[in-house]
C-alpha cells in the first residue's frame, strides 16, 4: 500500500481542482448555514448588535453547537470576513480534496483514475444526498470544517497511527458534531480491538465536555422551551 504520495507534484493539480470546484459550484458567502453563525459571531464582537433578535439572544444566553465556529470566526476582524472566509473555504477544500486523493490513490496506482474517482465524488455525486448533507460546501460552515479534519482522521487511522486520529476526531466534533462523530465511528472500523479502545478513550475524553455540555442545554431541559425549539427546528440534522 501507498502511504507515501510525492506532495509536491500534487499541490498544482490540488489547486487547480478548487478552482474547477468553485467554477462548477460556485462560493457562497453570508447566506445560506452562514446566517447561523455570522450574526452570532458579530454580537460576539459587538454586544450591542441584534438587541432584540431572539435567535441571537438565545444563541449567546446557552451552549449550542455554533459557540465554537462562532468565536473562532469573532477573532476576525469583520472588514477582512470576506478575504478570511475564501482563505478557510479555500484551506478547507484543499484539505478535503488532499485526503480523498490519498485514499484514492493509495487502492489505485494511476494517477488519472484517481483524480477521475476524487472528480466524481466531489462533482458529480454533489447535491443527491438526502437533507442535502454534502461531502463538500461551497461555502464555510462547520461541517465543510469537520470533514476536512475527519478525512485525516480516517486516514491516520487507516495507517495506524491511533493517536493522531483520535485528535483530529475530537476536533472535528467540536466543528459539527453529528458530522465528528460519523467519521470517528468510520475512523474506529481500522483500528485493532485494543487500539479501538485507546481511540474511543482519547475521543471521549476530548469531546465529552462539548457533547455533554450540548445534551444537558439542548436535550435535558436546562434551556428555555423556546430556544430548543428553534434550534432544532432551524438546525435539525444537527440532533
Request: hydrophobic share 50%.
Amino acid at each position: 500500500m501507498n502511504f507515501g504520495i510525492k506532495w509536491k507534484s500534487e499541490y498544482l493539480l490540488f489547486v487547480s481542482f478548487y478552482i474547477i470546484l468553485i467554477l462548477v459550484h460556485g462560493y457562497t458567502f453570508g447566506s445560506n448555514d452562514q446566517i447561523d453563525f455570522m450574526p452570532y459571531a458579530r454580537h460576539l464582537q459587538d454586544p450591542g448588535l441584534y438587541p432584540r433578535d431572539f435567535y441571537i439572544q438565545c444563541m449567546t444566553d446557552h451552549f449550542n453547537e455554533r459557540w465554537l465556529l462562532a468565536h473562532f470566526i469573532a477573532f476576525i476582524p469583520y472588514p477582512a470576513w470576506p478575504i478570511s472566509f475564501l482563505v478557510i473555504h479555500a484551506v478547507c477544500t484543499l484539505l478535503l480534496i488532499a485526503g480523498l486523493y490519498q485514499f484514492s490513490h493509495n487502492f489505485i496506482d494511476n494517477k488519472i483514475v484517481s483524480w477521475w474517482v476524487v472528480c466524481i465524488t466531489l462533482i458529480f455525486l454533489y447535491h443527491i444526498h438526502l437533507g442535502g448533507n454534502e461531502l463538500y460546501y461551497n461555502m464555510v460552515c462547520g461541517s465543510l470544517i469537520a470533514k476536512a479534519v475527519g478525512v485525516w482522521a480516517l486516514w491516520f487511522s487507516y495507517s495506524s497511527r491511533w493517536t493522531l486520529s483520535a485528535i483530529l476526531s475530537g476536533i472535528s466534533i467540536y466543528f459539527h458534531p453529528v458530522a465528528g462523530i460519523q467519521l470517528f465511528m468510520l475512523s474506529i472500523f481500522f483500528a485493532i480491538p485494543p487500539d479501538r479502545w485507546k481511540m474511543t478513550s482519547l475521543v471521549f475524553i476530548l469531546a465529552f465536555p462539548y457533547l455533554y455540555s450540548l445534551y444537558t442545554q439542548l436535550g435535558h431541559g436546562l434551556a428555555s422551551k423556546d430556544f430548543v425549539i428553534i434550534m432544532k427546528f432551524r438546525n435539525p440534522h444537527h440532533f
